[in-house]
């Protein structure tokens, strides 16, 4: 049975109606929102990125409070990351509700993302609460895609999330959480889980771009 619909639309938005499965993330059928595409206006003031401007203010501040305990764990630096983690899913939240997409909102989500895991890690290690081979591996990951993000955009093309990198997302947020309030045992086999399919992710995005190049050179 089809989810009801939350509302109709507004004949100056465009896109699909606004069920529950696409209210929160499950459905993303269709193309993505025009707003978000390569040569859109940024559109820095909406709602949503109100939501990506504040996630991002509060990462250096998760990593003073992180690195200044004891030991890694305490309740305030795990809220701030938790916080922080969260809101990527309430910006989208309120980018459908709202229909303010942007580009510049494409663009820093998974920049913040990636930003976080990286602190994550940098925690992690520092405390030593997560093997560090694994945090070894999924910081060379991060900072590969970055790289290959940047590398695709400067040819016009985007790297979009696929569903092996939208699951990655859970776990290794998982991971550094539980193991930031002590339960290290379920925070490691979070990582594992997480890595595994973050890996899979960037396989299938180097393929996708490399294919999308494939298309784009001249016969």
């Known amino acids: 049975m089809a989810d009801p619909p939350l509302g109709s639309e507004d004949p100056a938005r465009t896109g699909p109606r606004l069920t ?6 499950l459905d993303r059928s269709g193309p993505p929102p025009p707003q978000t595409q390569s040569g859109a206006p ?12 504040l996630r991002l203010a509060l990462i250096p501040v998760f990593l ?49 993302d990636r930003l976080l895991v990286i602190c994550g890690v940098v925690v ?7 093997p560090r081979w694994a945090l070894a591996v999924l ?14 955009l400067a040819r016009g093309r985007e790297l979009r999330i ?20 002590g339960l290290g045992d379920f925070a490691e086999v979070l990582l ?7 890996l899979l992710a960037s396989v299938l995005y180097v393929r996708s771009d490399v294919r999308a190049a494939g298309a784009e050179a001249p016969s």
């Not at 529950?20 to 993330?25: A, K």
């Not at 922080?84 to 459908?96: E, H, L, P, S, V």
């Not at 594992?192 to 973050?198: C, I, K, N, Q, R």
Request: hydrophobic share 55%.
């Open 42 to 53: 940024l559109r820095p003031w909406t709602v949503p990125n109100a939501i990506g401007f």
């Open 139 to 152: 910081a060379a990951r991060e900072l590969a895609m970055l790289a290959l993000g940047r590398y695709a």
């Open 124 to 130: 992690t290690w520092r405390f030593d609460l997560l």
């Open 64 to 112: 003073v409070v992180a690195l200044s305990s004891r030991d890694g764990t305490g309740a305030l630096g795990a809220t701030l990351f938790a916080v922080i983690g969260w809101g990527d899913y309430a910006d989208g939240i309120a980018a459908r509700i709202t229909r303010q997409y942007s580009r510049l909102g494409a663009l820093m989500d998974p920049v913040t």
């Open 192 to 198: 594992y889980v997480g890595l595994a399919l973050a």
């Open 20 to 25: 529950l499965r696409r209210l929160f993330g």
């Open 162 to 181: 696929n569903w092996p990198g939208r699951l990655a997302v859970a776990p290794l947020m998982g991971s550094f959480f539980f193991a930031m309030v």
